[in-house]
């Protein structure tokens, strides 16, 4: 008996630092080194200030910006601690309530177009960063007017920023919503210093 508790004993502590020490540090040391940027967050930088992280969406409300979509994260959206959708069903009337004042509201905006559907319903996570280039292009003639800029130079922006599906094939084409502010907010720099 006594032999048995000193194998398991061996066995518990060798385990706890081989898988608790050993390979974590070893895993944390392989990210950091060959995906540094993938490993801490892709963490987005602007004159020694994070603003935010290619991979967690962020809501943007002034006229001037593109909006991202709905998030269902926490009571205020986009938080990371509370990610998950509301779990509201296609026949919830709190959910059918919601998506048709968001409708309305964004449908104010370009009168007479079709909404959209990412601009008025939540991803699962309540968390994504990204729009479809059609809910990029439906809010181009906004962001122009409030901007000061032509339509054109607007639409230029985010075809530049659209990202095809991962390998050519996964996914649909997306815009990440934070980065195409953020260019644009460098549009906006340039010109004013001209």
């Known amino acids: 008996m006594k032999r048995q508790f000193l ?107 079709p909404v959209p559907v990412d601009l008025v319903t939540a991803s699962g996570s309540g968390l994504d960063p990204h729009i479809s280039p059609a809910a990029a292009e439906f809010q181009v003639a906004r962001v122009a007017r409030e901007r000061g800029f032509p339509a054109d130079a607007v639409r230029a922006l985010v075809q530049t920023h659209t990202e095809p599906p991962q390998l050519g094939l996964l996914g649909e084409p997306r815009v990440n919503v934070l980065e195409l502010n953020l260019a644009l907010d460098e549009l906006t720099s340039k010109v004013a210093a001209h």
């Open 7 to 113: 194998i398991a004993l061996r066995m518990t502590i060798a385990t706890t630092i081989l898988l608790g020490i050993v390979y974590p540090l070893l895993v944390t040391g392989l990210a950091q080194t060959l995906f540094h940027d993938r490993a801490n967050g892709q963490l987005i930088e602007r004159n020694g200030v994070i603003v935010g992280s290619r991979l967690i969406g962020q809501t943007f409300s002034g006229p001037g910006f593109f909006h991202s979509r709905p998030s269902g994260a926490g009571d205020n959206g986009y938080d990371a601690t509370a990610s998950g959708g509301s779990n509201l069903g296609p026949t919830n009337q709190k959910l059918i309530d919601r998506v048709k004042t968001d409708v309305a509201r964004v449908q104010a905006e370009n009168p007479g177009v």
